[in-house]
């Protein structure tokens, strides 16, 4: 039985999972494929992840190829409750609704892993991490996993590297057309939509400080620019920093850009990377958001503390006023491209859930064989991606030769 806010908003859910499923061509070809071949039959799939259309939609697919299939939110304030409605109706179960508590979150989490699965999808860590710390009795049962973000990923090798981590995970965030895509054009785009819907201003002639310039912080740090920002990078990694100033950003500490910034947007996956010194240091009118993972990287606790008053000005959009001086938090920290707009793009995330879908069904064909530990996707698999979504599109490419493979290969220059 499914545990969600309101059946009777599911026929608005099944219009936005229609709408993203007309949109999604790689996802499409997989669930005609799986309607015939029923590669997951009889096997038990939970998934962790931010449950809105595309998610949705992911989870169908898995479900119409044979799978029980069993889902919770990654995110308290990312789940869409009318798409959580339609997908319990079509009899996927549902343990997720917007807004839940830590105590509700983690409720959820928990009828979600006891579900028994084979296979899991996760997003951040967190189902992995409960069955290995509460639920280690069912782990004899997984055939193994894939991780959706460098968050999850992070915390993944630190289990291995601690010998803690007792079943295979794919590593879906370090497939090309993972991080490439997703990371970099999907957050790119998804954060200002966020950004743009939650305050409803100009981003032209603002000065905007993107912390961390992983592919995610490219992503973002590129779209400022073309909407007419000003844009100062602040990183811990030299390699990156040199990278930032040849794309053309102002690179400087944090707390030298506080002084100058309009809109912060952190993309560490670090905790507390914004904290007291930085409120201090920031001009009135300054716009905090995340898109991390996890709401740690805006110190939250410490704005706070600081704060005279804290009031809704707007949905999404909390002032803290520090004296005379108003400093407002977006979405309450939390992922700003979910929490306050729809998340990615369909036509990308049709490549990371291409992905996802995939990586079950090479977990599943190659089980037993797979050592636990974090394992990175067959290059031909995302080949096989690829190629798939150039096809969509209606591109062509050119092919190696015999010849020049055969070049490639030699180390003889003939």
């Known amino acids: 039985m499914s545990t969600i806010r309101d059946g009777s908003l599911a026929p608005g859910g099944k219009q936005k999972i229609d709408w993203v499923r007309e949109h999604m061509p790689v996802l499409n070809e997989l669930a005609r494929e799986f309607r015939e071949t029923k590669p997951f039959s009889g096997l038990r799939v939970a998934i962790c992840l931010h449950l809105e259309a595309k998610t949705a939609y992911m989870a169908k697919v898995i479900s119409e190829s044979g799978a029980d299939v069993t889902i919770t939110g990654s995110n308290p304030l990312s789940t869409q409750d009318d798409v959580a409605a339609s997908l319990a109706a079509d009899g996927v179960t549902v343990h997720s609704w917007y807004g839940a508590s830590d105590d509700e979150y983690r409720e ?6 006891e579900s028994r699965p084979h296979l899991i999808i996760d997003d951040g860590g967190d189902l992995v991490a409960l069955l290995h710390s509460s639920y280690t009795h069912l782990i004899k049962d997984v055939i193994g996993g894939a991780e959706e973000t460098t968050t999850g990923l992070i915390r993944l090798r630190a289990m291995a590297a601690a010998g803690e981590l007792k079943i295979p995970m794919i590593a879906v965030n370090d497939a090309y057309c993972k991080f490439l895509f997703d990371n970099r054009y999907g957050t790119g785009q998804s954060v200002w939509d966020g950004i743009m819907r939650a305050t409803n201003l100009v981003i032209a002639g603002k000065t905007v400080v993107v912390v961390g310039y992983g592919w995610c912080g490219k992503g973002v740090a590129l779209r400022a620019k073309g909407l007419g920002a000003r844009v100062i990078v602040c990183e811990v990694d030299p390699v990156r920093a040199v990278e930032a100033v040849m794309d053309g950003n102002s690179v400087m500490p944090l707390l030298q850009a506080a002084a100058s910034g309009d809109i912060f947007i952190t993309v560490s996956g670090c905790n507390s990377v914004i904290g007291r010194e930085h409120f201090l240091n920031m001009k009135d009118g300054a716009i905090l958001c995340n898109a991390g ?40 920290g ?31 064909d190659n089980y037993g064989k797979l050592q636990s530990d974090v394992l990175s996707l067959p290059a031909a698999v995302d080949e096989r991606v690829a190629r798939r979504k150039l096809f969509a599109m209606g591109i062509a490419i050119d092919s190696l030769s015999s010849a020049q493979q055969c070049y490639l290969s030699s180390w003889k220059q003939e």
């Open 108 to 113: 959820h989490l928990r009828l979600t892993i």
């Open 334 to 364: 939390r992922l700003v491209n979910l929490a306050a707009a729809d998340g990615h793009p369909a036509e990308i995330m049709d490549l990371s859930f291409a992905l996802q879908v995939e990586s079950l069904r090479y977990l599943n």
């Open 293 to 332: 993972h996890f709401d740690i990287e805006i110190n939250k606790k410490e704005l706070a503390q600081m704060a005279g008053e804290i009031r809704t000005v707007r949905r999404n959009v909390e002032a803290y006023i520090i004296e005379e001086k108003r400093i407002y938090l977006l979405a309450e």
